[in-house]
T-cell receptor, first 118, second 110 residues
């Protein structure tokens, strides 16, 4: 059973370009979460999605950032017109849809995408 | 809202020393509590968990007990190794909403 897969692992963009980060959740999971980790800082929640729905985007910047989780395919975190301050590690996590409370509350993380903006 | 506060790092210990990383939480309901570990250049891995008061989570020599009376979930290990050097995150989850602490960096020296 493959874990949470994120790609690319490293992404370099110049200021003003677009960054697309992909996340495939664990098999059987339909809850996806995106977090940002700035250098030497903790994790900051960005957005929580289920298939075709954004459930909680309270941590997303109001401009330039968007996320989707289509019916088919991976979840995408999109950053338009990147700036140097967007340089960070972006982590995706997924959790189970099963009704078991022990299974439902555990989030499994991918290895992250490290975005560098030049 | 729900939140987690963990002791600030960095923490530097010698090999075989005793480790405690404090974590306290604020929650309106009855959350599950977790410790995650992040090794250099990697994502977060679940280290241990506890789902109700007085539960003790344990893994790889690490332990943490869910204390409802003190709203705490302190991480302990009796004898740390160099390979334990990592960043440790305390987290709570109520339904599908997970909140993380800021992380504590542990460095273990030989």
């Amino acid at each position: 059973n493959a874990g949470v897969m994120q790609n690319p692992r490293h992404l370099v963009r110049r200021r003003g370009q677009e960054a697309r980060l992909r996340c495939s959740p664990m098999k059987g999971h339909s809850h996806v979460y995106w977090y940002r980790q700035l250098p030497e800082e903790g994790l900051k929640f960005m957005v929580y999605l289920q298939k075709e729905n954004i459930i909680d985007e309270s941590g997303m910047p109001k401009e330039r950032f968007s996320a989707e989780f289509p019916k088919e395919g991976p979840s995408i975190l999109r950053i338009q017109q990147v700036v140097r301050g967007d340089s960070a590690a972006y982590f995706c996590a997924s959790s189970s849809t099963q009704p078991l409370p022990l299974a439902k509350n555990i989030q499994y993380f991918g290895a992250g995408t490290r975005l560098s903006v030049l | 809202g729900d939140s987690v506060t963990q002791m600030e790092g960095p923490v530097t210990l010698s090999e075989e020393a005793f480790l405690t990383i404090n974590c306290t939480y604020t929650a309106t309901g009855y959350p599950s509590l977790f410790w995650y570990v992040q090794y250099p250049g990697e994502g977060l891995q679940l280290l241990l968990k506890a789902t109700k008061a007085d539960d003790k989570g344990s893994n790889k020599g690490f332990e943490a007990t869910y204390r409802k009376e003190t709203t705490s979930f302190h991480l302990e290990k009796g004898s740390v190794q160099v390979s334990d050097s990592a960043v440790y995150f305390c987290a709570l989850s109520d339904n599908n909403d997970m909140r993380f602490g800021a992380g504590t960096r542990l460095t273990v020296k030989p």
